[in-house]
């Protein structure tokens, strides 16, 4: 049997700045197996004082907006002015095989060979959201590495945004052009929860829809209450092809962090999620516990083929999995 890695070394490397020891870390960190789990938790716990520093920037939108043409471009745009950046894609996982379905490196040509950038695609691996189990530990790593700007990419459907709204400083939601009815079909909850909207694909012809649609998106927001009451979400247009009002883009970011900081919003956010961060820890140690308790394991089929059938209500079988478990 392999030794467990140690977690002085990988610290210490992280620290360094040392990428592979790094890539090797968060795989750790992802890991399922209860002794990984625990010398994840001593490096995060090593890691901490070295954190905090970054600006993190969840990034969503629909399939087709454009995230990691956008993503890839901003990115290097910061890379090349002095920033190291590191991009964490979470993809859909594949029901067959577990692993990521999009694969973001072969879609963020520039950034996945930038020596000042970071990219992981990381599987969803079925966590609510689509958002991988371990991003905000992930995160804490790549600022222990000195990397000043964390983008998370969210697949963009389900519950996903909210999960990282509720781990990012910033929630940049990416909309197409040509509003109209489609700003009927979009969800309230998205809007409500941008701090910035950004109208992609604004070039050529595109230009004309793109201001269009982002005025109909600043009478929506007129409705709604923002997440900040010291910060109103500004609309903008942005091409990530033609590298667009991305300057512009960076420049919005920096009046948040500028804003909020100084109203005391920023860290009263970063508390709250630092809470909502432990209750998440909580329920995931619960769910592991169901799926290795032995006694479980022998009565689960049953009680799930009882469900299935009809014999049993959910809410039954949830109370005799409970007893099972002596909750």
């Not at 087709?64 to 956008?70: H, R, V």
């Not at 600022?143 to 990012?168: K, N, P, R, W, Y």
């Not at 009927?184 to 909850?189: D, E, N, P, T």
């Not at 923002?226 to 920096?254: H, K």
Request: contains cysteine; charged residues 25%; glycine residues 10%.
């Amino acid at each position: 049997m392999r030794a467990l890695p140690d977690p002085a070394r990988l610290a210490d490397g992280i620290r360094a700045g040392d990428r592979a020891v790094l890539a090797r870390a968060i795989t750790l960190i992802e890991s399922t197996r209860p002794d990984h789990q625990a010398v994840a938790r001593d490096l995060v716990q090593r890691l901490l004082p070295q954190t905090g520093r970054a600006i993190r920037i969840g990034i969503t939108g629909v399939p087709g907006a454009g995230k990691s043409t956008t993503i890839d471009t901003f990115g290097s745009n910061l890379t090349a002015a002095g920033h190291r950046v590191a991009v964490l894609a979470v993809d859909p996982s594949s029901s067959r095989t577990g692993g990521s379905i999009l694969g973001d490196k072969t879609r963020m040509a520039r950034l996945s060979v930038d020596a000042n950038a970071f990219v992981r695609p990381s599987p969803s691996s079925g966590t609510l959201g689509g958002v991988a189990a371990r991003t905000r530990e992930t995160m804490l790593l790549c600022e222990a590495a000195g990397f000043d700007v964390i983008l998370v990419e969210t697949v963009g459907v389900g519950q996903s945004e909210t999960a990282v709204a509720d781990m990012t400083d910033l929630f940049l939601v990416l909309m197409l052009p040509g509003a109209g009815d489609e700003l009927q079909g979009i969800k309230k909850g998205i809007l409500e929860l941008a701090d910035i909207i950004a109208v992609n694909k604004a070039d050529g012809d595109g230009l004309r829809r793109a201001r269009a649609a982002a005025a109909e998106y600043r009478a929506a927001l007129h409705i709604m209450a923002p997440r900040s009451a010291v910060w109103a979400p500004p609309v903008m247009t942005i091409s990530g092809l033609a590298n667009e009002g991305l300057d512009t883009l960076w420049e919005q970011i920096g009046a948040f962090r500028a804003k909020t900081g100084a109203s005391g919003d920023f860290e009263a956010r970063r508390r709250a999620q630092g809470v909502k961060w432990m209750w998440a820890m909580l329920q995931d140690r619960f769910t592991g516990r169901l799926k290795r308790d032995p006694k479980l394991k022998a009565r689960l089929p049953a009680i799930e083929a009882d469900v299935a059938a009809g014999r049993l209500s959910a809410l039954v079988a949830a109370d005799e999995i409970a007893t099972v478990l002596g909750l």
